[in-house]
């Protein structure tokens, strides 16, 4: 009962839930994406480039989160093009172009003063801060994510599952593969507050992996992921109250052992032999 007493006595862990409630919508949409088409180590890729935007955005003194975007949408295009067009060189160039915008965030933000704190914000989230810009930021993220699936569903759906047939349908694969990447890149940006750069694609891709063994509809796929986003976020900020353990680990934590038990009981089922 302590942490629902805490819920009703700190505005802090109310806007905690609801920032884990609300980016758990935008997760799991692109997620779902991310899991189908198999593309984890080009989020990945994006994720940790975007400390690159955040440095060179605390060395000139205006918002990280602008930084953190801006670099998002540039190395979305960058690493979308290196995967389009230098596919033997693909796992190379995107280790390299990973490296650097990590590399390049350090070298900016060993030159700000004040940078140590901020910069483990950034890496191990900081879900206990969230104020009411950043609740607004994540719905308005959630809103835009939501807005452009529903428009090219049929074309991200297409691109996903088999790029020669999209092709041969008329749709321009390359325009929409980049944007879908952007998508990625903005939901990573959403979810730095709550788990940081280093856990970010452990919670984009698990609640999306768990309901592909169980459901194999794109939608179901996808609401499945949002509810299973909505559960470790609020279980693992519970877990964390409790045992006063870090909340953005903790909730990866749990997202971690559910996907392994998962993944072993469908492995025990298959195994089963029917009666």
């Known amino acids: 009962m302590e942490f629902f007493n805490a819920l009703s006595e700190y505005s802090f862990m109310r806007y905690a839930l609801v920032a884990g409630l609300l980016s758990s919508i935008a997760c799991g949409i692109v997620g779902t994406f991310v899991v189908v088409k198999r593309i984890s180590y080009l989020a990945g890729g994006i994720a940790h480039s975007i400390i690159g935007g955040v440095g060179f955005a605390y060395f000139l003194e205006f918002s990280?989160?602008?930084g953190a975007l801006g670099a998002a949408v540039?190395?979305?295009?960058?690493?979308?093009?290196?995967?389009?067009?230098l596919k033997e060189y693909e796992d190379t160039v995107i280790s390299a172009l990973w490296?650097?915008?990590m590399a390049v965030g350090i070298l900016f933000l060993s030159k700000t003063p004040g940078y140590n704190m901020d910069l483990m914000h950034f890496l191990f989230g900081s879900i206990l801060v969230i104020g009411d810009s950043d609740l607004m930021l994540i719905l308005g993220l959630?809103?835009?994510?939501?807005?452009?699936?529903?428009?090219?569903?049929?074309?991200?759906?297409?691109?996903?599952?088999?790029?020669?047939?999209a092709r041969l349908r008329g749709v321009n694969v390359e325009r929409f593969y980049l944007l879908f990447l952007?998508?990625?890149g903005l939901t990573v940006v959403l979810f730095i507050k709550i788990v940081g750069v280093i856990l970010v694609i452990a919670l984009l891709t698990l609640p999306a992996a768990i309901a592909g063994h169980y459901v194999r509809s794109m939608n179901k796929m996808m609401m499945m992921a949002v509810l299973c986003g909505m559960v470790f976020t609020s279980s693992g900020l519970y877990a964390s109250y409790t045992y006063d353990f870090p909340s953005g680990a903790m909730i990866v934590v749990v997202a971690g052992v559910t996907y392994l038990l998962s993944l072993a009981g469908c492995a025990v089922m298959r195994r089963t032999p029917l009666r």
Do not use: H
């Open 64 to 66: 990280p989160v602008i």
């Open 74 to 85: 540039a190395f979305s295009l960058l690493l979308g093009f290196v995967s389009l067009r």
């Open 99 to 101: 490296s650097l915008g």
């Open 142 to 165: 959630d809103v835009l994510v939501i807005a452009v699936v529903l428009l090219f569903y049929k074309q991200f759906m297409a691109v996903s599952f088999d790029e020669e047939f």
């Open 182 to 184: 952007m998508l990625v």
